[in-house]
């Protein structure tokens, strides 16, 4: 009996180690998809049309954890590198927003704005200049991009007015701001009305009687302004694209939300010194990034707004010629 109980004895040894080898293949096999695909890799980088790798580990993992929970279920996530040259002269704008789909297995590198900051004469200057961003934070009124985990919302349409495209020729400014909704420092994008939207507006705005229009007022007069794309610009904190790529991006996001992740958070601002990743010609240009909390920040905006009241609103002129 001992003696054929040692073949059972080496056959239930060996079966477990099957089991268990099952187990760690099985393992393998269920987190292989949060690896990232050999296609994908192929993009990173830090040249131009390629994401960085923090950048794209960060936006990844925070797209599959709204899909495990069930938040998202579009196809595509987004993710923004702040710290790359939004401006790269010559009219070429640096491509630093991605959309990725990894179920096509597609990669896009387009260009969007950064948050300009404000520089408050006097109080204290956060400015951003047009090619790299110096300052973040998440301030009200700031006009700051913040880093940080964001997703789609709402999609709203509002009118802007009207604009001339030939002699008597008019167009009408029709512009849609995706809602973002953000975590941790960057958790009051909605009170800062944070989004995305097509880089355009009117300026010099004045009224102009077109009695036909939905859009007149009780006078029959509608609002006229001259077109600007400044999709080469700074932003007030928000996403601004292109009117083309906006175009796109919304109908993407419209009904159907999903993820963006922008980089530099303030931890990775805070450890530049160290070496945490930034993009070096604009590292070379600001000197030093900085963050500013909404702590510190807010009391100096609210102050500077206490010393310098706005003007009372005007009603807009009356537009001169035809």
Not at 152 to 157: N, Y
Not at 265 to 282: F, H, M, P, Q, V
Request: aromatic fraction near 8%; hydrophobic fraction near 35%.
């Amino acid at each position: 009996m001992r003696l054929r109980s040692v073949p059972l004895a080496i056959a239930s040894i060996l079966g477990l180690a099957v089991v268990a080898i099952a187990l760690t293949l099985s393992a393998r096999s269920f987190a292989a998809p949060s690896a990232v695909p050999a296609w994908l890799q192929a993009h990173v980088g830090v040249g131009e049309g390629q994401i960085a790798q923090v950048v794209l580990d960060r936006a990844r993992a925070l797209y599959l954890k709204k899909v495990s929970q069930g938040a998202v279920r579009n196809p595509c996530y987004f993710a923004m590198d702040a710290t790359r040259p939004g401006d790269l002269g010559n009219s070429v704008l640096g491509r630093r927003y991605y959309v990725i789909c990894e179920a096509s297995q597609s990669f896009r590198a387009i260009s969007s704005g950064h948050g300009g900051g404000r520089n408050l004469k006097g109080v204290v200057d956060f400015s951003n200049g047009k090619r790299c961003a110096k300052n973040f934070g998440n301030a009200l009124d700031s006009s700051l991009t913040a880093g940080g985990a964001y997703m789609t919302s709402e999609a709203k349409t509002s009118f802007k007015g009207y604009y001339r495209t030939g002699a008597k020729q008019d167009a009408v400014l029709l512009r849609t701001f995706i809602q973002f909704d953000g975590e941790g420092e960057a958790g009051n994008a909605r009170q800062r009305v944070i989004g995305g939207h097509a880089a355009r507006l009117l300026k010099g705005m004045c009224l102009r009687k077109k009695t036909n229009s939905s859009y007149a007022d009780h006078d029959g007069f509608v609002p006229y302004g001259k077109l600007v794309d400044y999709a080469g610009g700074r932003s007030n904190g928000c996403t601004s694209w292109s009117p083309a790529d906006a175009e796109q991006m919304i109908s993407m996001v419209k009904n159907n939300p999903t993820t963006l992740y922008i980089y530099p958070e303030s931890r990775d601002i805070a450890a530049t010194k160290s070496g945490a990743y930034w993009n070096a010609s604009c590292l070379k240009e600001i000197g030093a990034p900085k963050f500013w909390p909404r702590k510190t920040l807010e009391p100096m905006i609210a102050r500077y707004k206490n010393d310098h009241p706005a003007p009372p609103p005007q009603p807009l002129p009356i537009c001169k010629g035809p």
